[in-house]
């Protein structure tokens, strides 16, 4: 079976620092995609970023970028110069072949003034 | 454009009850699904549909039914409400199931007794 795993429960940072958070998966598949969604407090998700597994590029979004290593099937989220914001719930999660999304546990990232 | 809506907001049911939750997009997205959320774990996919008069189960089905008779709804229907049940339901919609993001809607939380 498929499975994501997102070590940190939680992790918190002063605002402005740079944060990463881990996150490994187990597949099979050669193809597939990644993303990280992020919750806040109004519990509605929101893409933060995606990631083509055939691409060997990591993507990159503003502020955010990940560092995708196949072999390793690790697939961790940057975050530059943090922001209040940011705080929120964040979750990795993995696409396969059937569509289905499969969704780690979450990490609790909270910015600190 | 209202994106992807879910009723009810919350709902509270009592053990045996059936009730049905909605879904409506208006994106003319053809990929949609339903995810359930309980406390320290990520989403767990119940049922999604890649287009009209498709449907399929996810990870987690058992206990509901779904329909897809029109592009834009998606109703998940509890057929006899368990405690076990009770969770933050969120319906999500995308253009296709792979080459696009998925927008979440703001989510039901129901609670069985």
């Known amino acids: 079976a498929q499975t994501v795993t997102q070590s940190q429960p939680e992790m918190s940072v002063q605002e402005a620092e740079t944060v990463t958070l881990s996150c490994t998966y187990d597949?099979?598949?050669?193809?597939?995609?990644l993303f990280w969604y992020k919750q806040p407090p109004s519990r509605q998700m929101i893409l933060v970023i995606r990631?083509?597994?055939?691409k060997q590029q990591n993507a990159t979004e503003n502020r955010f970028s990940v560092n995708f290593q196949k072999a390793a099937k690790s697939f961790s989220l940057k975050i530059s110069d943090s922001q209040l914001g940011d705080t929120a719930m964040y979750f990795c999660?993995?696409?396969?072949?059937?569509?289905?999304?499969?969704w780690g546990a979450g990490t609790k990232l909270i910015i600190k003034p | 454009n209202a994106g992807v809506t879910q009723t009810p907001k919350f709902q509270v049911l009592k053990t045996g009850q059936s009730m049905t939750l909605q879904c409506a997009q208006d994106?003319?997205?053809?990929?949609m699904s339903w995810y359930r959320q309980d406390p320290g774990m990520g989403l767990r996919l119940i049922h999604y549909?890649?287009?009209?008069?498709?449907?399929d189960q996810g990870e987690v089905p058992n206990g509901y039914n779904v329909s897809r008779s029109t592009t834009e709804d998606f109703p998940l229907r509890l057929l006899s409400a368990a405690p076990s049940q009770t969770s933050v339901y969120f319906c999500?919609?995308?253009?296709?199931?792979?080459?696009?993001?998925?927008?979440f809607g703001p989510g039901t939380r129901l609670l069985v007794l």
């Open positions: 549909s890649v287009g009209a008069g498709i449907t």
């Open positions: 999660a993995f696409m396969d072949s059937n569509y289905q999304l499969i």
């Open positions: 990631q083509e597994a055939y």
């Open positions: 597949t099979s598949e050669s193809n597939y995609y």
């Open positions: 994106m003319n997205h053809e990929y």
């Open positions: 999500a919609s995308s253009l296709g199931p792979r080459q696009e993001t998925q927008y």
